[in-house]
C-alpha cells in the first residue's frame, strides 16, 4: 500500500517540477483561470458564501468591551452621541445601573468591527434586531398578512 503513495507522490512532484520549469512554453496557451486571473465580477452565491464565512468568524473575534455600571461609565466608554445624550442622567445621579448589558456589547462590538460611530453602530444594531422580529427597517412588519390603518 504504501508503495502505491509514494510512487504517486514522486510523479506527481516529478511532473509539478517539469512544469514549473518550463512555464514559460505552455503558460500564453493556458486558459484564465476564472475568478482569479480573469476579469469580472464574483457570482451571488460565491459573495453570499465568502460573507457568511466572514461574518460567522467575525463572532468569535475577541472584542475587549468596557465593564460599566453607571450612566457616566458608559458615556465615558463612548456609548453617546448628541442624538443619544446620556448627561441629563447623569447630572441628576441616576442610580439605575445604565444601559443594556447585551445591547451595549452588541452595539460596541458593531462600532469596533465596523468602524462606524455609535449612532450607526445603534441603527444596525435595531435594523438586525427588527430583522429578527419580522419587522422591515423602516418599522412596518414584513407579515403579508398585516393589517395597518393610517
Known sequence: MGFYF????????????????????????APPIPYVTAPGTIPEPIYNTIT??????DRFRY??????????EDAEAGLHSSNFDLSGN?????????LDETAKREVYRIMKLRNVN????????MEDKFG?????????????KAVMFS
Open 6 to 29: 509514494y510512487s504517486t507522490l514522486i510523479i506527481c512532484l516529478a511532473v509539478g517540477t517539469a512544469l514549473y520549469l518550463t512555464r514559460t512554453h505552455w503558460r500564453p496557451f
Open 52 to 57: 457568511a464565512v466572514q461574518n460567522y468568524i
Open 63 to 72: 472584542v475587549r468591551l468596557p465593564q460599566s455600571a453607571t450612566f457616566a
Open 90 to 98: 447623569i447630572e441628576e445621579g441616576d442610580s439605575r445601573r445604565g
Open 118 to 125: 455609535f449612532d450607526e453602530a445603534r441603527r444596525l444594531f
Open 132 to 144: 429578527r422580529a419580522g419587522i422591515a427597517a423602516d418599522g412596518r412588519p414584513l407579515d403579508r
